[in-house]
């Protein structure tokens, strides 16, 4: 299709002689005689390229240009007029403009502008569509069509209608938590407020209270002079993700516990409570009731957060949904390193259906990544997925490898203590004698930052 010109102008003939230039170049036009029908136009018909005449009745052009730049599908406007001096280009060119040129304009000159302004635009509407379609691979809905998935669908639709109630959502690592804490937001009729998130074990204790509460300034050592507004502030009228909620410092489990029960918070520092209107969202992969059992969880905490639960399953638990998923992710690659790919070879697809997949869809998407950058395009293969240089039984996840561990573990614990705490537990000390008692080699073994260790450590008092 021709790409289509509005040519906008007072002087009936002035105009008519542009629009026949622009004609002999090929291109469709269309043709306003005022600033507000310039704009009504625009907004209509949505043209490529407006050549806009600066001094127009009901809206001149340094008027309008702002306006039409910010359509919803803005189009590039070329200035035009008889004006001379640098400052109305630059004028115009702060205002949006993609090119200015003066009147009378010859063939040559406007053929050379529009050319170079289509082939710009065709490369930003292109970018801007790819990442428009990254994001919305990124953050999309809920992908499966297992009836394990199907069923946390159900109960996601059901809690967004409350918007108040506080959510728990349970599942190991990797399974998508925050992707349903969003969904459960964006479902909701807080959707048009911010969604805030913090991971509850990526800091300190005293960070974390500062950054979820804020803090009033000079409150402490390196606070700034002004103070800080928290992430609770942050998400008013929206809702607060708290991730890996079992990492938090039991002094801090009694303050979130007075913001669920009486909705107001304290900054650091501050003499005052605040009000909040605030959604908490948390999720942990922890077994929160045998914490509350070892004192590692509030009691009380753990109730006020489980007004409703939604456990998201195990890759494992919904193997229906791992083709589908392998084949979104392979999609969202194509777009992020512009190559084709013709899906997966028979062998592929049957050792992605074998794997267990202990890192969940976070593994698997990890997996498709690292194969679409091995393949470069057409099929992937199985030797893609799961190059025969790696450490088979990491990679793959062998049965008779995690059958193994399981009966190592299992041989060291008493018949009546193989709970998965217990078992959790075995381990660490495991990891850490391999380790000669090194908590941070311990930690990077295990997968975990350092302070989920010592948390950990602290629960099962092992310190």
């Known amino acids: 299709m021709p790409a289509r010109i509005l040519v906008a102008d007072d002087e009936a003939v002035v105009r008519a002689g542009v629009a026949a230039l622009c004609r002999a170049l090929g291109y469709e036009t269309i043709e306003a005689s005022s600033g507000a029908q310039t704009l009504a136009r625009s907004r209509a018909e949505r043209p490529d390229i407006v050549l806009l005449d600066l001094s127009m009745p009901e809206g001149g052009g340094l008027e309008i240009l702002p306006k039409l730049v910010t359509l919803d599908v803005p189009p590039a406007v070329v200035v035009l007029t008889g004006a001379t001096g640098v400052a109305t280009a630059v004028e115009s060119m702060r205002a949006g403009a993609s090119d200015y040129l003066q009147k009378p304009v010859r063939l040559e000159t406007l053929d050379a502008a529009l050319a170079r302004i289509l082939k710009t635009r065709a490369v930003v509407l292109e970018r801007d569509r790819l990442r428009g379609e990254l994001a919305r691979l990124r953050s999309g809905p809920i992908l499966g069509e297992s009836r394990a998935i199907q069923q946390v669908l159900d109960t996601l639709a059901r809690v967004a209608a409350t918007p108040r109630t506080t959510v728990l959502i349970l599942g190991e690592s990797g399974v998508g938590k925050e992707l349903v804490a969003r969904a459960v937001h964006e479902r909701s009729s807080r959707a048009h407020a911010p969604f805030v998130a913090l991971n509850c074990a990526a800091l300190s204790a005293a960070l974390l209270e500062a950054e979820l509460f804020g803090y009033e300034g000079g409150s402490f050592t390196g606070a700034a002079s002004k103070g800080r507004e928290g992430l609770i502030a942050a998400a008013e009228g929206g809702s607060l993700f708290l991730d890996e909620i079992g990492e938090l410092e039991r002094d801090l489990q009694a303050k979130l516990l007075r913001v669920l029960q009486e909705r107001v918070y304290r900054p650091v520092g501050a003499d005052t409570d605040r009000a909040m209107d605030v959604r908490i969202l948390a999720s942990t992969n922890r077994d929160l009731p045998t914490m509350v059992e070892a004192g590692g969880f509030r009691e009380d905490l753990f109730y006020r957060l489980n007004v409703m639960s939604i456990r998201v399953p195990a890759l494992r638990e919904r193997a229906d949904d791992i083709l589908v998923l392998a084949n979104h992710f392979l999609a969202h690659f194509q777009l992020e390193f512009g190559r084709e790919y013709d899906g997966f070879s028979p062998e592929a697809r049957r050792r992605l259906m074998e794997h267990h997949w202990p890192g969940n869809v976070r593994e698997l998407r990890n997996a498709i990544e ?39 573990l299992a041989s060291e614990l008493a018949p009546s203590d193989r709970s998965l705490a217990s078992i959790e537990k075995a381990w660490i000390l495991k990891v850490l004698s391999d380790s000669a008692g ?26």
């Open 438 to 463: 090194n908590r941070s080699q311990a930690a990077r073994v295990l997968g975990v930052n350092r302070t989920t260790l010592y948390n950990k450590l602290k629960v099962y008092g092992l310190e």
């Open 370 to 408: 690292r194969a679409a950058l091995l393949a470069e395009g057409g099929i992937l293969s199985a030797d893609h997925l799961f190059p025969p240089s790696s450490n088979e039984r990491a990679l793959d996840g062998r049965t008779e490898g995690r059958a193994s561990l399981g009966e190592r």
